[in-house]
């Protein structure tokens, strides 16, 4: 969908004047900016019924409640914030107003503050009519700041509910048109790596869709969908938790995927403080999406019905290179992580590493990756030709990193997955997606027969939908 980009105030302007949209605007912490712009631009009384600022946490709670977490700045607050409001909106209005649509806008963000302890997010919402007596949509996201000053996070808090209201009202037609909107003027400021679009006007949306297009479109790094196909955000479920990542190209998840996925959790546990504070995510790359050149959003969708169906929890991602992941995750005081590769890629990993950087910055590369709270557990592969397994002990690590590499081993930063089964190891993704495109006998025995169910039932990865007719 093609668009013209506009300036924030000729959003506002516009809203504004449109005399069949109307609503109220609550703010909490540091977003206090998004009322001001429809103020300042005009003819705001054609738009703003109300707006609130619950500055004082007491006020906050006599008027939505307590949040039993104590924390404010969070998924669970704006949701109550937009179902006060947006009740009110229609208790005291729909009478009044037959022919308007309403909105209902929250927010609460925590912006930096003077000893940097807090780098800038917050949660925003609307709920909103597309027509009015019609049922309202919901359009939820969690945004970092990336500004190093307060009032430039507030001024693009600002910024970023102008785009909200206007993006729902003028591109819903266009999900992906919407998601890529939220930045205008914004780029470089702000990242949003949590979005949800829900509602009666959105039931064909794909919000795992949503999840790829906000690291397509680069408004994150790193993006999340649960089991059920529900965007969520680390903060929501991370906070102060042992994490381990499993990543892969799951295309499709065969018996070598879940052997590494079971193994290396049930070793990570082993391994944990508190046993009963881990979580398991399964990464899929960018990289990994566009190895076969654009990106096919089909496959995508098809890896991700797999892994939902498996219980998996799944991160999208732009990080080729294990430290912005790292990096990611700091943020959410993870206790330990976890990060779980094949041995072959802890070698290309060692490799990258070692010739990128000169030999005096070789200690501080290698010390940036292997931090105290992080350790690679490695599954084995076997040797073409010999059939030999490779592991973490024979691994052919260039000479001058040996002396490096044999520490990261000694102090259990990098560690052999234990358990494993070796009958298994003879099975490679590649090979199993070529049998099923081919309809050849027998890829059924090398992947879960779950997964083979599925992909029959769906048609996933290219099987024949032919042949799944003849059989069912």
Sequence with gaps: ?????????????????????????????????????????????????????????????????????????????????????????????????????????????????????????????????????????????????????????????????????????????????????????????????????????????????????????????????????????ASEFLYKKNLMVVRGSFRPATLVNMDMIKTAYKQFREDAEESNKCFLLTEITMDNLLSDGDLDEKDFLDRAD??????????ISDCSKQQKLIDYFKDYKVKKLGLVTGVRELLEMINNTYYQNQEGALLSAFGSLFTRNVAFYVYPALQEGSGETINCQNLPVPEDVKFIYKHLIESNQIRDIKGFKEEVLHIFSQQVLKMIKEDEKGWEKLVPAKVAKLIKEKCLFGFPYEQMEFEY
Excluded at 306 to 315: D, I, K, N, R, S
Aim: glycine content about 6%.
């Design 1 to 233: 969908m093609k668009r013209q980009l506009l300036e924030t105030e000729q959003k506002a302007l516009e809203i504004n004047l449109n005399d069949k949209i109307y609503g109220s605007f609550a703010e909490i912490g540091a977003g206090q900016e998004v009322a001001r712009h429809f103020f300042q631009v005009g003819a705001a009384a054609g738009t703003i019924a109300k707006t609130i600022s619950a500055y004082d946490k007491v006020v906050s709670d006599k008027i939505y409640g307590i949040q039993s977490t104590g924390r404010y700045v969070c998924e669970a607050r704006v949701y109550k914030m937009l179902d006060h409001e947006y009740e009110l909106m229609e208790s005291r209005l729909d009478n009044e107003r037959p022919d308007t649509c309403f909105f209902s806008f929250a927010d609460s963000v925590a912006a930096i503050n003077f000893s940097r302890t807090i780098k800038g997010n917050g949660w925003l919402g609307i709920r909103f009519q597309l027509r009015p007596d019609s049922p309202p949509n919901d359009l939820v996201i969690h945004v970092k700041m990336l500004d190093k000053n307060n009032q430039l996070q507030q001024q693009a808090i600002g910024v970023l509910g102008v785009n909200m209201v206007y993006a729902c009202y003028n591109y819903h037609e266009a999900p992906e048109t919407l998601l890529e909107s939220l930045i205008d003027s914004l780029r470089g400021r702000i990242k949003i790596d949590m979005v949800r679009l829900t509602g009666p006007d959105f039931e064909d949306v794909d919000n795992r869709r949503l999840s790829l297009m906000l690291v397509k479109h680069k408004l994150s790094e790193v993006a999340m969908f649960n089991e059920e196909g529900q965007n969520v955000h």
């Design 306 to 315: 797999l892994l939902c169906e498996l219980g998996q929890t799944v991160v």
